[in-house]
Protein backbone atom coordinates (compact mmCIF):
# COMPACT_ATOMS: atom_id res chain seq x y z
CA UNK A 1 0.00 0.00 0.00
CA UNK A 2 1.38 3.36 -0.91
CA UNK A 3 1.24 6.25 1.53
CA UNK A 4 1.25 9.28 -0.11
CA UNK A 5 1.44 12.68 2.02
CA UNK A 6 2.70 16.36 1.11
CA UNK A 7 5.58 17.85 3.75
CA UNK A 8 4.97 20.97 3.75
CA UNK A 9 8.56 21.96 5.92
CA UNK A 10 10.41 20.22 2.87
CA UNK A 11 7.95 21.57 0.09
CA UNK A 12 7.55 18.22 -1.36
CA UNK A 13 5.14 15.22 -2.14
CA UNK A 14 6.39 11.95 -0.36
CA UNK A 15 5.34 8.57 -1.40
CA UNK A 16 6.38 6.05 0.98
CA UNK A 17 7.27 2.40 -0.25
CA UNK A 18 8.80 -0.68 1.33
CA UNK A 19 10.66 1.45 3.80
CA UNK A 20 11.74 3.73 0.72
CA UNK A 21 10.71 7.45 0.66
CA UNK A 22 10.72 8.85 -3.39
CA UNK A 23 9.00 12.63 -3.60
CA UNK A 24 8.79 15.58 -5.64
CA UNK A 25 9.90 18.82 -4.82
CA UNK A 26 7.82 22.12 -5.59
CA UNK A 27 7.10 25.69 -5.57
CA UNK A 28 3.64 27.10 -4.95
CA UNK A 29 3.53 30.78 -5.62
CA UNK A 30 0.65 33.32 -4.71
CA UNK A 31 -1.38 32.90 -7.84
CA UNK A 32 -1.97 29.00 -7.14
CA UNK A 33 0.46 27.57 -9.89
CA UNK A 34 2.95 24.85 -8.30
CA UNK A 35 5.61 24.53 -10.32
CA UNK A 36 7.03 20.88 -9.94
CA UNK A 37 10.63 21.05 -9.98
CA UNK A 38 12.70 17.59 -8.90
CA UNK A 39 11.25 14.22 -8.69
CA UNK A 40 13.45 11.47 -6.76
CA UNK A 41 13.20 8.21 -6.26
CA UNK A 42 15.57 5.65 -4.64
CA UNK A 43 17.55 2.82 -6.53
CA UNK A 44 15.85 0.19 -4.50
CA UNK A 45 12.14 1.36 -5.93
CA UNK A 46 13.03 2.07 -9.46
CA UNK A 47 11.53 0.36 -12.48
CA UNK A 48 8.34 -0.71 -10.04
CA UNK A 49 6.17 2.17 -11.51
CA UNK A 50 6.46 4.29 -8.38
CA UNK A 51 7.89 7.72 -9.92
CA UNK A 52 4.31 7.07 -12.24
CA UNK A 53 2.38 6.82 -8.93
CA UNK A 54 3.60 9.53 -7.08
CA UNK A 55 3.46 12.02 -10.45
CA UNK A 56 -0.50 10.68 -10.88
CA UNK A 57 -1.01 11.92 -7.01
CA UNK A 58 0.80 15.14 -7.08
CA UNK A 59 -1.59 16.05 -10.33
CA UNK A 60 -4.52 14.46 -8.55
CA UNK A 61 -3.97 16.83 -5.54
CA UNK A 62 -2.93 19.89 -8.04
CA UNK A 63 -6.31 19.69 -9.72
CA UNK A 64 -8.26 19.09 -6.66
CA UNK A 65 -7.09 22.20 -5.00
CA UNK A 66 -7.37 24.22 -8.45
CA UNK A 67 -3.78 24.60 -8.80
CA UNK A 68 -2.43 25.16 -12.29
CA UNK A 69 1.08 22.94 -13.11
CA UNK A 70 4.12 24.49 -13.89
CA UNK A 71 6.46 21.32 -14.80
CA UNK A 72 10.08 22.16 -14.72
CA UNK A 73 10.97 18.64 -13.60
CA UNK A 74 12.12 16.83 -17.02
CA UNK A 75 10.63 13.51 -15.06
CA UNK A 76 7.02 15.03 -14.49
CA UNK A 77 7.14 17.01 -18.36
CA UNK A 78 7.78 12.81 -20.07
CA UNK A 79 4.58 11.69 -17.94
CA UNK A 80 2.72 14.87 -19.36
CA UNK A 81 3.67 13.32 -22.92
CA UNK A 82 2.12 9.96 -22.29
CA UNK A 83 -0.92 11.08 -20.17
CA UNK A 84 -2.37 14.24 -22.42
CA UNK A 85 -4.88 14.20 -19.69
CA UNK A 86 -3.63 16.31 -17.02
CA UNK A 87 -2.50 18.46 -19.89
CA UNK A 88 -5.78 20.91 -18.90
CA UNK A 89 -4.16 21.78 -15.29
CA UNK A 90 -1.08 22.98 -17.04
CA UNK A 91 -0.04 26.73 -16.34
CA UNK A 92 -0.49 29.47 -19.20
CA UNK A 93 2.94 29.27 -21.40
CA UNK A 94 3.67 25.79 -20.72
CA UNK A 95 3.31 23.00 -23.01
CA UNK A 96 4.12 19.17 -23.09
Known sequence: MDDF????DKKRFELKVDGHIAFIEFI?????????????VPSALEGKGVGSRIVEK????LADH???????CPFVAKYLT?????KSILAPGYNV
Open 5 to 8: SINE
Open 28 to 40: LTNDNTMFLTHTE
Open 58 to 61: ALQH
Open 66 to 72: NYKLAPL
Open 82 to 86: RHTDW
